[in-house]
């Protein structure tokens, strides 16, 4: 059974830090393309971070490029997004996904994805 579990959100202030963490099981995950993504009220899932098989290429939104920095243990089948600096327009629920094994590019689109986690919360006042 495929499972995706984040952790790490919570409510931080404006210029804080955040670590997520996303524990994954039930798919071959070191051979899989990794992503976050992350929805806003009244906004459509949005491409965050991606992250290749082996860790060697990341890709990030413009909005958080410098701030953000996502990464992988492949021992521990987990991958990470350490935020920084945040800011309340990084509000919203974040969710861990994984390409399907055949793919070996970062996905900037949903559809690219083929397991998704739950999601955690991620609240930045101001």
């Known amino acids: 059974q495929v499972q995706l579990l984040e952790s790490g959100g919570g409510l931080v202030q404006a210029g804080g830090s955040l670590r997520l963490s996303c524990a994954a099981s039930?798919?071959?995950?070191?051979?899989?393309?990794m992503g976050w993504f992350r929805q806003a009220p009244g906004k459509e899932r949005a491409f965050v971070a991606g992250i290749t098989r082996s860790g060697a290429r990341t890709s990030y939104a413009d909005s958080v490029k410098g701030r953000f920095t996502i990464s992988r243990d492949n021992a521990e089948n987990t991958v990470y997004l350490e935020m920084d600096d945040l800011k309340p327009d990084d509000t919203a629920v974040y969710y861990c996904?994984?390409?399907?094994?055949?793919?070996?590019?970062?996905?900037?689109?949903?559809?690219?994805?083929?397991?998704w986690g739950q999601g955690t919360q991620v609240t930045v006042s101001s």
């Open positions: 996904a994984a390409r399907d094994t055949p793919n070996y590019s970062v996905g900037w689109w949903e559809v690219e994805y083929k397991y």
């Open positions: 039930g798919f071959p995950f070191s051979s899989s393309v």
